[in-house]
């Protein structure tokens, strides 16, 4: 500890001869994030917003801060990663109880150095205490073209002994505007991504989480800022932020006796006082924002296209249509049934015949919720063949297969519960809490981690014609203890989360090419850190088509439609099959209904839809993305996707409560070339009807059509047209 703070203290004077007035500026092409390293040698915020463009305007920022009583340091400054116990009166970015039980910490600018990413630049700033062995290394990874920031820290330190973390921020933004507006996300199942806005005042403002695996059932781990006015669409600055973690988060959000507007992404640190061992590194999750000066169309844009590139697992690659049996089955089913299935999927023209729940445990059948998760043979009654036998049968049909888990979960009747408690999240001494008649493997047991595992590894090495999981988590933690933590139960959450992505990595390394759709009882797990291992997410069990069009058009903020798994089901048998088809069109189409009980103008239209579908799948999930109609603000929704050369677009048109005689405006197209001429086409028409638009097969320039737009709305409830746009 001694050569510790030797070194640390030459490296102060060293940097304190250079470190006076400088600048450590993070850039995309639109947006700077400037640093300052003040006299002293701590790192302070002095801009974040629009792109500076003339260099010597750096000299010029600084914070204006209430000085001390002698002033010599800033009392309340805007450091760029506050520490508890410092001057600083507020939330602090980390907070950390040392081995001596000191509370407080002062961390000080060490160095810093950048280096070219895929996209951009990683820029990684160390911070250190002066009087314990602490550091804080800062990462912040600037995507140029994107304008995309994202940003994690690590904490560690060699103390004698342990030291306890309770506050670990991923970072701390600040803000200085005359009016701060948020937009959260809440719900419930199947009520995924409620919006709800607010003018935040002085005081905290908390988003956070509890459940520890279905995170996001109630609130969501992202966010929008408007400033000087709420978020809007196509105008004003704002900034989409997002937390990738997949587990409990906390969004913090503090407008200062300044009227600075703080903002801390962080892990929850409820139940979570974590020990932290020395030489061991905590690394905090990454958090992503973006800003837009052109509204939150633009700033999901960026997301889109960064998400794409980057962070999502082949992001830029296919998605496969598919036949779940689900809705169709639940339970009952059997070898032959499924077989013929498959066969439906193909002549449908879908890629992927994926078989969800019921088709394992022996001993303890898995017939309906109640019995057999942890128990992964497949069911003799049900499928005397095995998983072999349907693989085999999807390459005769000539589809994909695609299989359903719930690997992190187990119910008391198991065999699995009976041979191994001490994997079990489960508190002995009480009756156990049931949700959804299961509990929760504790992944931060290794020997678990290599158990959930296995369960794929073996499905895949017996198997290896499974295309595809759809990885599912119903139950949060309830009687949360850990057999494995033992008495160091304040690091459960955050470790279970951790075991998590250690089972997924190893998973990734082994199968690199294997797609997985993440599911948690619909939209209650979906974030960044996830989508590494996950080409998409199933975003609601409520297939509604009215219901899931509000939450598309949510999801879609944050997220690109590649990841956006939507199905077409007799949820809402009042809504027409078009209406239901066309509404799962607008994200990756799946089925998940009954093919044979269509009619066959239904059948027909649903064949000819699939195959259209295949066509502009590309443009659809690779697109851009422009929300041009608000559910929220009409009755009725309207989005197109335009191509990257701009030569084709595809344009979605819902009319959902239309009132009685009111009048129908033009929907103007967005993203277009104004200079191109575009053709139009109606298609997913019913057989035997043609398109009554008056836009139909007609030419228009991309200008017309971006200023003065298209009749195409209608006063019928629960209508849908599509149109595909190609410029000759």
């Not at 019921?358 to 001993?363: A, H, R, T, V």
């Not at 088809?581 to 799946?590: E, F, I, P």
Request: proline letters at 4%; one cysteine or more; aromatic letters at 12%.
């Amino acid at each position: 500890m001694k050569n510790f703070l030797l070194k640390l203290s030459l490296l102060c004077c060293m940097s304190g001869i250079q470190a006076a007035s400088k600048y450590i500026r993070i850039e995309t092409k639109s947006m700077d994030w400037i640093f300052k390293v003040a006299d002293n040698q701590r790192l302070y915020q002095v801009y974040l917003g629009k792109k500076l463009y003339h260099k010597a305007d750096l000299q010029q920022l600084s914070w204006q801060v209430k000085s001390s009583s002698d002033g010599s340091h800033p009392a309340i400054g805007h450091e760029v990663y506050p520490a508890s116990g410092s001057e600083d009166l507020f939330e602090p970015a980390v907070a950390i109880t040392h081995a001596d039980g000191n509370q407080a910490t002062f961390l000080y600018y060490k160095s810093h150095y950048s280096k070219a990413i895929d996209g951009g630049t990683e820029t990684v700033i160390s911070l250190a205490d002066n009087q314990y062995p602490v550091e804080v290394i800062l990462h912040v990874a600037a995507y140029t073209e994107e304008n995309i920031i994202k940003t994690w820290s690590e904490i560690r330190h060699w103390e004698k002994r342990p030291v306890t973390l309770w506050r670990y921020g991923s970072c701390m933004l600040y803000f200085n505007s005359n009016r701060y507006y948020l937009t959260s996300y809440s719900g419930d199942w199947a009520r995924e991504a409620q919006p709800q806005t607010e003018q935040l005042l002085p005081g905290k403002k908390i988003i956070d989480t509890r459940l520890g695996t279905r995170t996001n059932m109630m609130m969501n781990p992202f966010f929008e800022l408007g400033f000087d006015h709420p978020a809007r669409e196509n105008e004003g600055t704002v900034m989409l932020g997002t937390i990738g973690w997949t587990g409990n988060f906390r969004l913090t959000f503090e407008v200062d006796n300044m009227g600075i507007l703080r903002v801390i992404p962080a892990i929850n640190p409820y139940a979570s006082d974590y020990q932290l061992k020395a030489g061991d590194t905590f690394t905090t999750p990454e958090f992503i924002f973006t800003f837009s000066q052109d509204g939150i169309g633009q700033a999901s844009r960026n997301l889109h296209a960064w998400a794409r590139r980057y962070q999502v697992k082949d992001g830029m690659g296919n998605r496969m249509t598919l036949l779940n049996n689900w809705e169709n089955t639940g339970f009952d089913f059997d070898q032959k049934s499924l077989a013929e299935l498959m066969k439906d999927a193909k002549d449908l023209g879908l890629e992927m015949f994926l078989l969800d729940d019921g088709w394992f445990g022996n001993k303890h059948p898995r017939k309906d919720d109640r019995a057999g998760l942890g128990d992964w043979q497949p069911n003799r009654q049900k499928l005397p063949g095995g998983i072999g036998a349907l693989t085999q049968a999807a390459r005769t049909a000539g589809v994909k297969f695609g299989l359903w888990i719930e690997p992190e979960m187990v119910n008391p009747q198991s065999e699995l519960y009976e041979r191994h408690r001490d994997w079990i999240i489960e508190q002995s001494n009480r009756d156990a809490y049931l949700f959804r008649h299961q509990l929760v493997l504790d992944l931060s047991n290794p020997k678990v981690q290599d158990y959930v595992y296995g369960i794929v590894d073996r499905l895949l090495t017996e198997n290896p014609d499974i295309a595809y999981f759809k990885w599912d988590c119903n139950s949060p933690i309830t009687n949360a203890y850990s057999p494995w933590l033992k008495t160091h139960q304040g690091n459960l959450f955050i470790d279970y989360v951790r075991g998590l992505y250690t089972v997924l990595k190893r998973i990734q390394a082994k199968y690199p090419d294997l797609p997985m759709m993440l599911c948690s009882s619909g939209g209650a797990r979906c974030d960044y850190e996830a989508l590494k291992y996950f080409t998409e997410f199933w975003c609601s069990d409520n297939t509604d088509p009215f219901e899931r069009l509000y939450i598309q058009w949510n999801m879609s903020k944050f997220f690109p439609v590649n990841t956006i798994a939507a199905h077409v089901t007799n949820l809402n048998r009042s809504a027409n099959l078009k209406f239901r088809t066309d509404v799962s069109c607008m994200c990756r189409l799946g089925f998940d209904i009954d093919l044979k009980g269509l009619s066959p103008a239904d059948y027909q239209f649903a064949k000819a839809a699939t195959v259209r579908y295949q066509t502009l799948k590309p443009l659809i999930l690779q697109g851009a993305q422009y929300r041009l109609l608000s559910p929220y603000e009409s009755n009725h929704m309207s989005v197109d996707y335009v191509a990257p050369d701009f030569r084709k677009a595809v344009l979605f048109v819902y009319d959902l409560h239309p009132r009685f005689r009111e009048p129908l405006g033009k929907v103007r197209l967005q993203g277009l070339d104004a200079n191109k001429m575009y053709r139009i086409e109606e298609i997913n028409l019913m057989p035997d009807k043609e398109s009554t638009m008056e836009c139909h097969e007609k030419v228009y320039s991309g200008d017309y059509l971006m200023k003065i737009g298209l009749n195409v709305l209608t006063a019928q409830q629960g209508s849908s047209h599509v149109f595909e746009l190609t410029a000759e």
